[in-house]
């Protein structure tokens, strides 16, 4: 956690010290579909461990930094992911650093990776289940920008931590959440 909020930290500091120039610092709405299956071995659970789509909807920001191809994106984003017993509603935040390479104007592609926090707000209504409020996660992600305003990605989160947690019959189980994300970004 402390090399999560180290990251931060420098990410900010990186974007604090570029001057807010119209060229630098553009701001966008992204949207998109999640699908998440839950990774569990509890047979209880079975049925909602299947694959299950959700979606995303936000605001967003992309620096770009003064080196060539290198930049820091950003987005607050109303989540919903999961289905049944084990639906999950929230808010969602991804913090990319983000590497382009650009074909021109009309054609470029992308490579990120970066924290994504994901804090609960919806209550699970089940008495053994224990739902963690906030989770973290690892986005792994690539896409391709079209015309400098659209954005097509490909995203992957690799969960750090638990995001239920119940107990069986005969022990305490725990379960993640892993997620592929498709999303479609438009940049003002």
Do not use: C, H
Not at 50 to 76: C, K, N, Q, R, Y
Not at 93 to 112: E, R
Not at 165 to 185: G, P, R
């Amino acid at each position: 956690m402390k090399k999560v909020l180290s990251i931060l930290m420098v990410a900010a500091a990186l974007m604090m010290a570029v001057p807010a120039q119209a060229q630098l610092v553009k701001f966008g709405v992204k949207g998109g579909m999640d699908f998440t299956k839950l990774d569990t071995n509890v047979k209880t659970f079975k049925e909602a461990s299947e694959s299950s789509t959700g979606f995303f909807i936000g605001p967003m920001a992309e620096v770009t930094l003064p080196v060539l191809g290198l930049g820091v994106d950003g987005a607050v984003m109303y989540a919903q992911r999961g289905k049944d017993e084990l639906k999950q509603q929230g808010i969602e935040i991804p913090v990319n650093l983000k590497y382009s390479i650009g074909l021109g104007s009309v054609l470029g592609f992308y490579l990120a990776a970066g924290p994504d926090f994901f804090f609960n707000f919806d209550d699970v209504d089940l008495e053994s289940v224990k739902v963690n409020k906030t989770q973290v996660a690892i986005n792994l992600g690539a896409g391709v920008k079209l015309m400098k305003k659209l954005q097509v990605g490909l995203n992957y989160q690799i969960p750090m931590g638990d995001s239920f947690e119940w107990k069986d019959a005969s022990s305490i189980a725990t379960a993640k959440n892993k997620t592929w994300q498709v999303s479609l970004a438009y940049i003002f």
